[in-house]
Structure formats: structure tokens, C-alpha cells
């Protein structure tokens, strides 16, 4: 079975770009969460979606939203980018129960300079 | 507010040895809690979890022990392997129900020494 995607895997970006990052989640997985992690603060979590609907939400400005599709992809998207967004951006995706053994995938490794 | 704490940012253990690494929390809602192993550049693959209605949950080398009155819990490697060095992490589900947002301490990395 194929683990969860994500691409790009690397990313280089300008302060206020916007950037969009995407991720496929395990075949029959249908919940998906985002994280950040940076040196400073580990791994935060940012907002998961479950049947195309956001059910939780982190401590993250109205910057980072999210999607998810009918076929449980998703992603999420910085708008204005800022230095500090610079970060390991992590999708995990887990079945419906559960939800909280979830699989990860490499990360996309932005960078705003 | 950091609800759960990996106090110790390093260890450092010898082939064969135990390695013990410490979490603690702050919510008393927490009733589950899991650990997680990253190597560089891969994200954290599920290891072990436990319940909050256990204290003690082993698969093969690893072991977690839960003290829900001190809030504490622990995972033990025994014996230690080289393969084992990577950064460890201790996450909580936040929430009622089935939900899919952990709460993640801030990594200990272990280094396990041939």
C-alpha cells in the first residue's frame, strides 16, 4: 500500500508569495492533518479535514487555510508569506477510527526568503 | 501553554543498553497518548501507544509506561540498536471523540553509540 505523498518536496518562496502545498493521503484514509515544524517549536498542528469538511483548527493566523477533496486529497495554502513560515510542513493522514494513529508523510520543506 | 513536555532535548546511550525517554503532560483530559520516530528528512512514523485505562503497553523492544498521577509517561527501548537513533516524540490527541489533532512534545533525539 502506497504511504501518504507529498509534493513538493522542496520549495523556495519570497516574502508575501503565496504558496500551495498537496497531499495524498493513504488509499482509504479519510482524515488528513496539517503540521508545522520548526527548531523552535516542534511540530504544531495547524488543521485536519474529514470528508472535505475542516474538523479541528489550530493556533494559526487566517493565512493557512486548507481543503480537501472528494477523493481525501488535500491542501493548504500561505498567503503573504512571511520569514517565520519557513518550516517543515507535515500531512498525515489516518482511517476513520483510529484517527489519532496517524501516518505521515516526508514533508514539504519550504523555505521563504 | 505547552500541554505536553519533553523535558530532555538528548540522550545518549550505548549499543545493548536501555534507553528511557520522559514526557509529561499537563491536561488531565488526555486519555491517550502515542510516540512517534523521526529520522531526517521523513516525517515521524507511528511506534507505540497506550491508553489511559493501562499503565504499561509493550510490542518487542518497546515499552510505555503511563503514571496518569504524575502525569507521566515513558518509553523504554531495550536493548538499544543503532537504528534506533532518531528524534523521538510523545503526542496526545486533543479533544473528545476520534479526533485527528495531536498534541506533540518537542522531540528528544537519541543517539544509540555501537
Keep these: ?113 | 501553554d505547552q500541554q505536553v513536555k519533553q523535558n530532555s532535548p538528548s540522550l545518549s546511550v550505548q549499543e545493548g543498553r536501555i534507553s528511557i525517554l520522559n514526557c509529561d503532560y499537563t491536561n488531565s483530559m488526555f486519555d491517550y497518548f502515542l510516540w512517534y520516530k523521526k529520522y531526517p528528512a521523513e516525517g515521524p512514523t507511528f511506534l507505540i501507544s497506550i491508553s489511559s485505562i493501562k499503565d504499561k503497553n509493550e510490542d518487542g523492544r518497546f515499552t510505555v509506561f503511563l503514571n496518569k498521577s504524575a502525569k507521566h509517561l515513558s518509553l523504554h527501548i531495550v536493548p538499544s540498536q543503532p537504528g534506533d537513533s532518531a528524534v523521538y516524540f510523545c503526542a496526545a490527541p486533543h479533544g473528545s471523540g476520534n479526533t485527528g489533532k495531536l498534541i506533540f512534545g518537542q522531540g528528544t533525539t537519541l543517539q544509540v553509540k555501537p
Design chain 1, 1 to 113: 500500500k502506497a504511504g501518504v505523498t507529498q509534493t513538493p518536496r522542496y520549495l523556495i518562496k519570497t516574502r508575501g508569495q503565496q504558496v500551495t502545498l498537496s497531499c495524498s493521503p493513504i488509499s482509504g484514509h479519510r482524515s488528513v492533518s496539517w503540521y508545522q515544524q520548526t527548531p523552535g517549536q516542534g511540530l504544531q498542528f495547524l488543521f485536519e479535514y474529514f470528508s472535505e469538511t475542516q474538523r479541528n483548527k489550530g493556533n494559526f493566523p487566517g493565512r493557512f487555510s486548507g481543503r480537501q477533496f472528494s477523493n481525501s486529497r488535500s491542501e493548504m495554502n500561505v498567503s503573504t508569506l512571511e520569514l517565520g513560515d519557513s518550516a517543515l510542513y507535515l500531512c498525515a493522514s489516518s482511517l476513520p477510527t483510529p484517527v489519532n494513529e496517524q501516518f505521515f508523510g516526508p514533508g514539504t520543506r519550504l523555505t521563504v526568503l
